[in-house]
Every structure is written in structure tokens, then in C-alpha cells.
């Protein structure tokens, strides 16, 4: 039975939950086209911003942008040209590949992300007056969640600690290599400036 209906939604805890989710979800899409509508430009676009700004040059491509933000190729294309006529972004042609390019943030683009990027501030602002033990139940709650899609293969997250190479486990405990250091369940990443493929050959 579907979690939108209302005996059913309401007689379940699960399917209240689920619901409750997808109510969040909105709440995000509402208030990135607030920012959107606010610049004249797409919430992708506006995403786009924020994450090149947030991430280092060779995750900057459209194949990479695409994978991260589950459209097609052609999206992000369109939404690049878009972003350069506006003198947001520029290109970085490979010099071994005219066709490939990575891309970067033009000081105009960096000062339309200073003014977009705190778009989900009237969440973070609720979640500061949660206490530390709730917002730790919250995080782990969010973090299974995560991980279980992305086994799930709905959602294609590659830079958390379960992916990582760096991380290691023994029993309950969770550890990084790298940092060196026990990963309580509040350590855990889902996107890690460190983070190593462990499917990938080094
Ligand atoms: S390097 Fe980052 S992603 Fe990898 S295990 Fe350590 S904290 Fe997690």
C-alpha cells in the first residue's frame, strides 16, 4: 500500500518515515529555486556552482558532473554554456584533447556562490538547536540510509568511508588509515577531499 495513503501512512511507522522524507526532499527543491529564482538561473545550475566551487578541478568535467548529480551529459553541457554566456564559469581545454575540458569558477561565479550556497540555512538553523545526542541519532540514521541506496544502486555516492580505501573495520569499529584515527558513527563521511576508490588500482 502506498505511504501516501493516509491510513496506511499513518497506521505505519516506516511508511510515516518515508513520507516524512519526501516531505524534506521538497523543502530542499523549495528553497534552492528561492536562490534560483533570486539570480535568474536553474536550481542545476546553481548546483553546479556550489559543487565546482566545493571540489578539486578533475571533478569539474561533465562526465563527472553528470555522474554526480544524475543527469545526462547533454544537461550539464546545456547548463555550462549557459553559466559561461553569463561569465560564471570558463573552460579549461586539455591540451592533449581539444574536446575535454575541465571547468572553473570565474570571480563572478565565486560571489553568486557566497550568495546561494547558504540556501538550505533555515534547516541548518533548526538542526544547530537539536542536541548533540539527537543529532548524532540523526546522523547515523542518515548516513545508514545513504549507504543503503547507494547498495541499493538509486544513488551513486563515491566519496564516503565505506568506499574509501583508507577505511578499515574490525567488529563494530571503524577506522581511517589515512587519518589515523577510530571513525565514531559522527566521523563517518559521505564526501571526503581524501577519499580513495578502493575498487580502483593504485
Ligand atoms: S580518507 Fe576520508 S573517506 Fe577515506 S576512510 Fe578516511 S575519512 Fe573516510
Given at each position: 500500500m502506498?505511504?501516501?495513503n493516509?491510513?496506511?501512512?499513518n497506521?505505519n511507522?516506516?511508511n510515516?518515515?518515508v513520507?516524512?522524507?519526501e516531505?524534506?526532499s521538497q523543502v ?15 536550481p542545476?545550475?546553481?548546483?553546479l556552482l556550489i559543487?565546482?566551487?566545493n571540489h578539486?578541478q578533475?571533478?569539474s568535467t561533465?562526465?563527472?558532473l ?16 549557459i ?7 570558463e573552460?579549461?581545454i586539455?591540451l ?5 575540458y575541465?571547468?572553473?569558477?570565474t570571480?563572478f561565479?565565486k560571489r553568486?556562490?557566497?550568495e546561494?550556497?547558504d540556501f538550505?540555512s533555515?534547516?541548518?538553523k533548526i ?7 539527537d543529532?548524532e ?7 545508514d ?7 541499493s544502486q538509486?544513488v ?16 563494530s569499529?571503524?577506522f581511517?588509515d ?5 571513525l565514531?558513527?559522527?566521523d563517518?563521511?559521505?564526501?571526503c577531499?581524501?577519499?580513495h ?6
Amino acid at each position: 500500500m502506498s505511504v501516501f495513503n493516509l491510513i496506511t501512512q499513518n497506521e505505519n511507522l516506516d511508511n510515516k518515515i518515508v513520507a516524512g522524507l519526501e516531505r524534506l526532499s521538497q523543502v530542499f527543491k523549495v528553497l534552492l529555486w528561492e536562490k534560483a529564482k533570486e539570480h535568474s538561473l536553474s536550481p542545476i545550475q546553481i548546483q553546479l556552482l556550489i559543487f565546482i566551487h566545493n571540489h578539486t578541478q578533475e571533478k569539474s568535467t561533465v562526465s563527472y558532473l553528470a555522474k554526480e548529480f544524475n543527469v545526462t551529459k547533454p544537461t550539464i553541457s546545456d547548463a555550462v554554456r549557459i553559466l559561461e554566456a553569463k561569465n560564471m564559469i570558463e573552460k579549461s581545454i586539455d591540451l592533449n584533447d581539444s574536446r575535454s575540458y575541465t571547468i572553473l569558477l570565474t570571480q563572478f561565479g565565486k560571489r553568486i556562490v557566497l550568495e546561494t550556497e547558504d540556501f538550505p540555512s533555515p534547516v541548518t538553523k533548526i538542526i544547530s538547536q537539536t542536541s548533540e545526542s539527537d543529532k548524532e541519532i540523526i546522523w547515523k540514521s542518515i548516513s545508514d540510509l545513504i549507504i543503503g541506496l547507494n547498495k541499493s544502486q538509486i544513488v551513486d555516492i563515491q566519496r564516503t568511508c565505506y568506499n574509501c580505501k583508507f577505511y578499515s573495520q574490525v567488529g563494530s569499529e571503524h577506522f581511517c588509515d589515512l587519518l589515523v584515527m577510530k571513525l565514531e558513527d559522527r566521523d563517518i563521511r559521505i564526501d571526503c577531499p581524501e577519499f580513495h576508490d578502493k575498487s580502483m588500482a593504485y
